[in-house]
C-alpha cells in the first residue's frame, strides 16, 4: 500500500485479515495523510475548538456576548488540534501494528509492475519491495496556483491554517465549498469580519445563519458581516494586506490573510 491516509489504512488491514504479507509506506514522518495531519480532523478539531472556547452553542442561554475565554489565541485553538491529531497518529499506529501489517517511512517509485523502490526518509537508504498487487492511495493535496506568491503566512492554503503564527484580524476565503465555508465559518465565530468569496456563482449562501446545511455548518451571523462574492481573485498583495477583486467588477476588498 502506498500511502497511510484512510484509504491506504483500510486497504492494509483488510489485506492482512485475509492473510496477506502486508507492507504499508508513507513518505511522511507520520502515519495518517491529510486526513489526520492537515485535513479533516484537524479542521473538525479545530470547529469544535472555536464553538466551544468562542461559547457559540450557549449565546442562546447567556447571551451573545457570552465566551468560554476572553482573547482566544491560535495557541489555545492548536492546543486541542495537536492533541486529537497524536491521539489519531497513535490508533493509527495500533491497528496496523496488531493486524501485522509493516510499515515503511519512504518515498515509493515504481521499478516496475510488481516492484517498488524505497528511499527513506530517514536517510539511511533504500529498499526494494515486491508484491503480487500494489495499491496506490496517495490522497490529494492543495492546489497551488503558480501565478500566486503563496507564503503559508498571509496567502496560504487550508493546509497551511495550522502553521499560523497568529489569528488574523481579517481573512478572506477564495472558495466556498465545505472547507472554505467551514473555515469562513470558524474565524467568524471567534468575532472577526470574514469574506467568503467562490469560484462560482452559485455558491453556498454565506451571510445569515442558513449556511451551507448539507455540510451542517453553523455559518457566520449577521453581526460578522461575512459576504458571498461570487468569482473573485486573489491578485496582488500590497504590503502586509491582501487584496481580492471581483471578476468583472470594480469592487475589491483588502484582508491581512488570502
Known amino acids: 500500500m502506498i500511502g497511510s491516509g484512510p484509504a491506504g489504512q483500510r486497504a492494509a488491514i483488510q489485506a492482512a485479515k485475509l492473510g496477506k504479507k502486508t507492507a504499508l509506506v508513507e513518505r511522511r514522518a507520520v502515519l495518517g495523510g491529510v486526513c489526520i495531519n492537515t485535513g479533516t480532523i484537524p479542521s473538525k478539531t479545530l470547529r469544535e475548538a472555536v464553538l466551544y472556547l468562542s461559547g457559540y452553542r450557549l449565546r442562546k442561554i447567556y447571551g451573545e456576548s457570552y465566551t468560554v475565554k476572553q482573547n482566544i489565541t491560535i495557541e489555545d485553538l492548536l492546543l486541542r488540534v495537536e492533541h486529537v491529531i497524536r491521539h489519531e497518529i497513535d490508533v493509527t499506529r495500533h491497528q496496523l501494528l496488531r493486524h501485522g501489517v509493516v510499515v515503511f517511512n519512504a518515498e515509493a517509485s515504481f521499478t516496475d509492475p510488481h516492484t517498488l523502490r524505497l528511499r527513506l526518509v530517514d536517510g539511511s537508504g533504500e529498499k526494494v519491495v515486491s508484491a503480487a498487487k500494489v495499491v496506490i492511495a496517495t490522497g490529494t493535496e492543495a492546489t497551488r496556483d503558480p501565478h500566486i506568491p503563496f507564503d503559508g503566512q498571509n496567502i496560504l492554503v487550508s493546509d497551511d491554517v495550522l502553521g499560523l503564527k497568529r489569528l488574523p ?35 453556498a449562501p454565506v451571510r445569515g445563519q442558513g449556511g451551507s446545511r448539507s455540510a451542517g455548518l453553523p ?11 461570487g468569482k473573485c481573485q486573489c491578485n496582488r498583495a500590497r504590503g502586509k494586506r491582501i487584496g481580492l477583486q471581483r471578476k468583472n467588477s470594480p469592487c475589491q476588498w483588502q484582508a491581512d490573510r488570502c
Open 169 to 203: 484580524r481579517t481573512l478572506a476565503v477564495v472558495g466556498a465549498g465545505v472547507i472554505g465555508c467551514e473555515y469562513a465559518s470558524n474565524f467568524c465565530d471567534l468575532g472577526d469580519p470574514r469574506d467568503s468569496g467562490g469560484p462560482s456563482t452559485s455558491i
Open 219 to 229: 455559518l457566520a451571523p449577521e453581526s460578522h458581516d461575512a459576504m458571498a462574492w
